[in-house]
């Protein structure tokens, strides 16, 4: 299997863009101590393609209004972090990003948490929030806004997996 990141933006070491792992098939004869494998192009992935572009519009039910993020679009310019989770995930429920905001958000750090749109309302929301901040965060509140994904934004940040962090 091989995988990789393309050359992208930022300095070296920032990662760059990823790229699609392809599978080959290889015969390594007893006693070849070489195989030259010639140049492989890999494609980049989706969310690759997205690296220098204008992030797409976030279309979100916004469970709090921390920062007046119902206008995200206001923090144009600023760095902000987007969060996409679930609260049927337990590495998302263990890994919010409390100590990142905690360490950034005065220096500017903008961060924006998106849950998936298995559930049927804020509401639902706001009551499962509620039972992870008496359960799981020791009475901590999410510190950050956090919206409700319609089903857009998911798809127009190709995200499948959670935690899935983003910064823009």
């Not at 101590?33 to 279309?59: C, N, S």
């Not at 679009?73 to 590495?91: E, I, K, N, R």
Request: net charge negative; proline share 5%; with cysteine.
């Amino acid at each position: 299997r091989i995988t990789g990141w393309g050359k992208g933006v930022g300095d070296a070491g920032s990662g760059g863009i990823p790229l699609v792992e392809e599978t080959l098939n290889l015969e390594i004869k007893p006693g070849e101590r070489e195989l030259h494998l010639g140049t492989l192009d890999l494609e980049v992935t989706e969310i690759g393609k997205l690296v220098g572009k204008p992030a797409p519009r976030l279309d979100l039910d916004w469970v709090s209004d921390k920062d007046g993020a119902a206008n995200i679009y206001q923090f144009a310019g600023d760095v902000t972090l987007l969060h996409f989770w679930s609260y049927t995930c337990a590495p998302c429920v263990g890994n919010m990003p409390f100590e990142i905001h905690d360490r950034y958000s005065s220096k500017g750090l903008r961060t924006v948490s998106i849950h998936d749109n298995d559930i049927d309302s804020v509401d639902t929301l706001v009551g499962k929030l509620d039972e992870l901040q008496k359960d799981v965060w020791q009475g901590r509140r999410l510190p950050f806004v956090v919206g409700l994904d319609r089903g857009e934004a998911h798809s127009q940040y190709h995200v499948d997996v959670w935690p899935t962090y983003m910064l823009v």
